[in-house]
Each structure stands twice: as structure tokens, then as C-alpha cells.
């Protein structure tokens, strides 16, 4: 598409407010602000954290992990304080598909992605720049081709004829299931983890299919890393389990929200609906927030989800700014518009919308300076289907933030106790009172400070 008829399609989001009742034929056809719950006690997000999600297989074969250490500045641009790195090991080859959750070494770095130096490079180079890095680790299987198959058979679930199966009813023919009744297995795997905290600094793991290794495992496998790493070490599981973080997970995935979130869009649900999936959510923990990730970008990009770009954006402003901790997935920030296979190699352009990173990058911004005031009291209102945020500290300071769901222009009314009150707008740095009325264009979003 054209630049110019891209960014027309682009205004609705980025426009300014029309402030005041131009449009508006009187006080009726605007819908009343309601408030859904008064007094949210917030729980704030480990160490503010904000999760970057890289898939190596989006850069260049065999430079991936230089060409990652070169992004690291536009990565903190987007307010990343946390590099995710999804599986660089080695893959297998026997029964292959391509899966980077196919391991044949956990301690060794996949030449298709570039060197040991490299990794350790990137990672020094992220500390430099104020990231923890997280390493993904896939303890429930490796690849058949692993030497732990050839050489410990019985680290591995055996079917009756003593053959190593896979993991059972997950149709993941790749991989071989490991068998955690085996303290020599369980050990090794520790000593692997344990590797990279200390031969390369990694801060932590995000753990794949955390709901298929027994808690006790990853209590003990966590009490060793922390014992390394001490409170830097950052532990994600991969699981919407509350009873992972009794085994010393710092964080889990926020799953709930994001198919709520889905619904919302999709025109199924209420944004009440939404609001209170949302609360629950984040009531039971630290949640890792996002509107995709490799698994649901494989399956349907976030495009597809949330209507095209503008609506993608504020469903990732609205899921933000309720809570949580953000994460981003690497190619959601230039609004890629097709499935994005993780199987595979692709040739990816970062440069190849610049506006819409560019309101990333904005709105990270905007989210990374109100810190002080996300740790307060939060109000939630509906607008019709307009979201409205406030959040309030003790010192009289405040958070404003509305976001449009609908693809349309809506004409709303503004929270009573907030009318005529002097903000600045975190997007573009203005100072603005905030009117009675609105119009907020199709999948609007603004984010005001008191």
C-alpha cells in the first residue's frame, strides 16, 4: 500500500481527540459514562517488567543472534526490560518438523542462529542496555535424536514393548517424553539449566509446556537457579496454573484475558464482560499480558484477531494498560499481516512500517513514565463500547486512558469527576482540558496524565 493511503488508513488512530461536542447533535446521542467498578486494588507487575518475545527464525539464517544483538536499541525502544529468546539450541533431525521445541543439546547454541560468542555478546550487550534475558526451556521432551536417547533409554517413557513413546494424547511425534521417575534425569536436566545462568548470565527461563513437568521438579530446578542468580532470576511458566507460583515461578501466562480480549473484538462479549475476565485475571498473580504470542501469530496473526492494524493496536493499549505485565512477540510492533509459522525461516523487514512502530513505541513511552501512578487505585467505565481507565494516587495525580473497541466513530461522555480537569497528553506531550463530551474516532485510543 501507498504510504499516503496507508497513513489515511492510520489516522483514526493516531488523530487527536476532537474535543468538545462538534458532531454531536445534543447531550442524548452521547453514551453516559458508567462506572463498572469503583475501587480495584491493582497488583503491580514483577519489577514493572515488559517481555520482549524474539523468534530467531525471523532473521537471517546463521546471523540471527548478531542480528538480534543489533536490534537491541529499537527492542528497548518499545520499553523491553526482559529479552525472551525462544529455543536456540540445537534442533533434532530425526522425525523432524522444523519445531525449535525439538532439542537435541541443551547446552549447546544452534549454529543456524550463529556462535556461543554471539550469545554470550547478546546477552552482555542486553545487560548493558538495562534487559534480563530469559532463555525458553522445554523440559517435557527433547528430540529423538538427543544423546540422552541413545545413551540413558530409561530417562525417557517407555510403552510395553520398551520403546521410548512420545508425549502422550499431544500428537507431537517430533519429540520424545521424558520420564521425571528418574532423579538422574531430573538431575542432569537441573545441571543444563543451571549452565547457561552460569556460563552466559542469563536472569531466568520461560518454561514451555509448564503444566507437563511435576511441580516438584520445578521447585527444586528453581531453588538452585535462585541460589545462582538471587532475586535478578525471572521465571515464567508457560501455564494459567496458580499453583506454579508455589514452586517459585515469578509470573505465568495470562491466557484468559487474551481470548476475552478476542471475544471482545470478535463482537461475542460486553467490554463489562471483558473488564471483569480481566480483573479475575489479574486478582489471582503476575500475569504475562499480550494479544499474541508464537503459538497464536502460527495460527492467526493479531490482524486477523483484532480487525487490522488500528484495532490490533488498541486491543494491545487496552489489554496493557489494565494490568499486568506487557508482552510483546517480535513482529507484532510492524503489524505483519499474515501467519507467521515459527516452524519456519523467514525473511523479515523491520523497517516495513515505520508509522506503526512508531506508535509502539509512543505508547510504551507513554506506559514506561506512569509507573508512579499504575500502582494506584484503579475505576473502570464503560462508554458504550469505549473504555475508559482512571487511575488515581494518593497525591491527587491521576491516569487517564480511554480506548475505542469499536471500528467507528463514537461520540461519548467524559467521567464526571474528570471534566474540565488539566491534563497532559503522553502521546504528543500537549497540555488539554478534558471536556464533558468527545468523539473518539474508530479504534481511538489516548492516554492523559494529571
Not at 164 to 192: C, E, H, Q
Not at 223 to 246: H, I, P, R, T, W
Not at 339 to 345: G, I, K, V
Request: glycine share 8%; with cysteine; proline share 4%.
Amino acid at each position: 500500500m501507498k504510504l499516503f493511503g496507508y497513513i489515511v488508513q492510520l489516522l483514526p488512530l493516531l488523530a487527536p481527540v476532537m474535543i468538545g461536542c462538534s458532531g454531536c447533535s445534543n447531550d442524548d446521542d452521547r453514551v453516559e459514562p458508567e462506572i463498572v467498578n469503583p475501587n480495584v486494588s491493582v497488583i503491580t507487575p514483577v519489577d514493572d517488567v515488559i517481555i520482549y518475545q524474539v523468534n530467531p527464525k525471523l532473521f537471517e539464517k546463521g546471523k540471527s543472534l548478531s542480528l538480534i544483538d543489533a536490534r537491541l536499541p529499537e527492542i528497548k525502544k518499545l520499553g523491553a526490560n526482559v529479552l525472551y529468546l525462544m529455543p536456540t539450541y540445537p534442533e533434532g533431525k530425526v522425525n523432524a518438523v522444523g519445531s525449535p521445541y525439538c532439542i537435541s543439546d541443551y547446552k549447546a547454541v544452534n549454529p543456524d542462529y550463529g556462535t556461543l560468542d554471539d550469545m554470550k555478546k547478546l546477552v552482555s550487550d542486553a545487560h548493558n542496555s538495562g534487559m534480563r534475558v530469559m532463555f525458553d526451556w522445554v523440559a517435557n521432551h527433547t528430540s529423538w535424536d538427543n544423546e540422552w536417547t541413545k545413551n540413558h533409554k530409561d530417562w525417557y517413557t517407555l510403552n510395553a514393548g520398551g520403546d521410548i513413546t512420545s508425549p502422550a494424547g499431544m500428537g507431537w511425534n517430533d519429540v520424545a517424553d521424558l520420564n521425571f521417575n528418574n532423579n538422574s534425569m531430573r538431575a542432569a536436566m537441573k545441571d543444563a539449566m543451571l549452565y547457561w545462568v552460569k556460563e552466559v548470565g542469563i536472569d531466568g527461563y520461560r518454561c514451555d509446556y509448564a503444566d507437563g513437568v511435576p511441580t516438584d521438579f520445578w521447585a527444586d530446578a528453581i531453588g538452585a537457579l535462585k541460589a545462582v542468580c538471587g532475586d535478578k532470576l525471572l521465571m515464567l511458566a508457560e501455564s494459567s496454573d496458580n499453583n506454579f507460583y508455589k514452586c517459585g515461578f515469578n509470573m505465568l501466562y495470562g491466557w484468559k484475558s487474551t481470548a476475552k480480549l478476542q471475544d471482545l473484538y470478535a463482537g461475542k462479549i460486553s467490554l463489562n464482560d471483558f473488564y471483569v475476565a480481566s480483573e479475575a485475571e489479574l486478582a489471582e498473580g503476575a500475569h504475562a499480558r499480550f494479544i499474541t504470542n508464537h503459538d497464536q501469530a502460527s495460527e492467526k496473526c493479531p490482524l486477523n484477531h483484532f480487525n487490522g492494524k488500528a484495532g490490533a493496536m488498541s486491543a494491545f493499549v487496552l489489554n496493557t494498560m489494565l494490568g499486568g505485565s506487557p508482552f510483546i512477540y517480535s513482529s507484532q510492533e510492524v503489524g505483519y499481516d499474515k501467519n507467521l509459522s515459527f516452524f519456519n525461516q523467514w525473511s523479515f523487514d523491520w523497517d516495513s512500517d515505520v508509522e506503526y512502530t512508531k506508535a509502539y513505541q509512543d505508547f510504551m513511552k507513554a506506559y514506561t513514565s506512569t509507573a508512579d501512578l499504575r500502582s494506584g487505585s484503579l475505576k473502570t467505565y464503560t462508554t458504550g463500547n469505549v473504555a475508559s481507565l482512571f487511575y488515581e494516587s494518593a497525591d491527587n495525580h491521576g491516569l487517564f486512558v480511554m480506548v475505542n473497541t469499536e471500528n467507528k466513530e463514537i461520540q461519548v461522555k467524559c467521567p464526571m469527576e474528570q471534566a474540565g480537569l488539566e491534563f497532559t497528553d503522553l502521546l504528543n506531550g500537549k497540555s488539554t482540558t478534558l471536556p464533558s463530551a468527545m468523539t473518539l474516532g474508530a479504534y481511538q485510543y489516548l492516554v492523559y496524565r494529571r
